[in-house]
Every structure is written in C-alpha cells, then in structure tokens.
C-alpha cells in the first residue's frame, strides 16, 4: 500500500508539472468549449495508455537504446506542437461558429491529443524508468504492470479534466470576438513556448 501511495503521488506530480498536455488542453478548452476539450483528453489517454502497454511489451527499451528513433520522435512531437500553435493561431481570426459540425471537431480533437502522446518519448521513458521503480519485484507480472498503468492514466485524466473545467469556464467570457481573438493567438504563442521547452528539455535525455 505504501509503495502504491508513492507511485501515486508521483504521477500526480509529473502531472501537475506544465507540459504539452496541460497547454494544449487549456489553449482547445478556453477557446473552442469543455467539449472539444473532453474529447481531446480522451485523445491523451489513449495515447498514454498505449505507449505505457508498448514500453511494457519492450518498445519503449528500444527507443531508450536507440538515440535515432528518439530523436525521430522528439522532433516529430515539436513539429506537430508548433503545428498545433499555428493553427491555433491562424483559427483565431475566424469567428465563425462550428457548432454544426460537432461530431467531427471532437474528433480531430481527440485525434490531437492522441498524435500529441503518441510523439512524446518523455511519455515512454516514465514508463520504462520511473514507473518500475515501483514494482515489488524485477520479475514482475504483467498484471501488476498493467495495473499500474492504468493508475497512471486515470491519474493524469483526472488532471486533464480539471483543466478543461477551469479553461472552459473562460469559454462564454471568449464569446465576444476580439477577446477571443486575442486570447487564442496569446495561448497560441504560449503552447508554440511550450513546443521549444520540450525540445530544449530533452535534447540531452
């Protein structure tokens, strides 16, 4: 019990640390609504998820062991990132509504959020270097693995989804068009900060 109160103060401080996730939730949540935000945090748990199983089947060891491939990785997380900040900004001068079209914004949405995890190699390495640290044994089972894992992901889940409680609450305030437009170019340029953050903060990992 002691060693799982651990991990799960741990995760929840990993999480409560600024990162991709935390900027992009409160850039899609302030300016689009609670429920394009939703969707995209169903995007990063998914993607959490599937990159904790693969670095359990041994992927995330062969990223750690190949500088190449994680290079590969890094970069293609602060292209789309900056990507993101673009679009972001580019989307700030239409104040037209797309309420119409609900279905398909959630999912490119939940597709952002995906993309966003699944090009992150610091995701992987919490898998395979901080995450065993607490397991009882080194012979593990799979089981135990995948438990924690899944702590993990309800964890920051719960974490995604306060943030787009509190950004979406700016969402009405937003309505008129110029506060809109500038709050979206300026968390726009924030999640482009965030982009070169990620890519200065792993250049030596």
Same mark, same amino acid.
């Given at each position: 019990?002691?060693?799982?109160?651990?991990?799960?103060?741990?995760?929840?401080?990993?999480?409560?640390?600024?990162?991709?996730?935390?900027?992009?939730?409160?850039?899609?949540?302030?300016?689009?609504?609670?429920?394009?935000?939703?969707?995209?945090?169903?995007?990063?748990?998914?993607?959490?998820?599937?990159?904790?199983?693969?670095?359990?089947?041994?992927?995330?060891?062969?990223?750690?062991?190949?500088?190449?491939?994680?290079?590969?990785?890094?970069?293609?997380?602060?292209?789309?990132?900056?990507?993101?900040?673009?679009?972001?900004?580019?989307?700030?001068?239409?104040?037209?509504?797309?309420?119409?079209?609900?279905?398909?914004?959630?999912?490119?949405?939940?597709?952002?959020?995906?993309?966003?995890?699944?090009?992150?190699?610091?995701?992987?390495?919490?898998?395979?270097?901080?995450?065993?640290?607490?397991?009882?044994?080194? *012979?593990?089972?799979?089981?135990? %693995?995948? @438990? &924690?894992? !899944?702590?993990? +992901? /309800? #964890?920051?889940?719960?974490?995604?989804?306060?943030?787009?409680?509190?950004?979406?609450?700016?969402?009405?305030?937003?309505?008129?068009?110029?506060? *809109?437009?500038?709050?979206?170019? %300026?968390? @726009? &340029?924030? !999640?482009?900060? +965030? /982009? #070169?953050?990620?890519?200065?903060?792993?250049?030596?990992?």
């Amino acid at each position: 019990m002691e060693n799982l109160v651990a991990f799960m103060a741990a995760a929840l401080l990993i999480e409560l640390t600024p990162g991709p996730n935390m900027a992009f939730l409160a850039l899609i949540s302030a300016t689009k609504g609670r429920r394009h935000g939703f969707a995209t945090v169903a995007g990063v748990a998914l993607g959490l998820l599937i990159i904790g199983l693969l670095s359990a089947a041994g992927v995330g060891g062969l990223i750690a062991r190949s500088p190449a491939l994680f290079q590969v990785l890094r970069w293609g997380g602060i292209a789309y990132l900056l990507y993101l900040a673009w679009d972001g900004w580019r989307d700030a001068g239409d104040s037209a509504t797309k309420e119409a079209d609900v279905s398909h914004g959630n999912w490119t949405y939940f597709r952002h959020g995906l993309t966003v995890n699944l090009l992150n190699p610091k995701a992987a390495l919490f898998f395979i270097t901080i995450l065993p640290t607490f397991l009882l044994s080194l *012979r593990a089972s799979w089981g135990e %693995i995948f @438990s &924690l894992t !899944l702590i993990y +992901v /309800a #964890i920051a889940t719960a974490v995604h989804i306060v943030i787009v409680v509190f950004a979406g609450a700016f969402h009405r305030f937003l309505d008129e068009p110029r506060r *809109r437009l500038w709050t979206q170019r %300026i968390l @726009s &340029l924030a !999640l482009a900060g +965030v /982009a #070169i953050w990620f890519g200065w903060s792993t250049r030596e990992i």
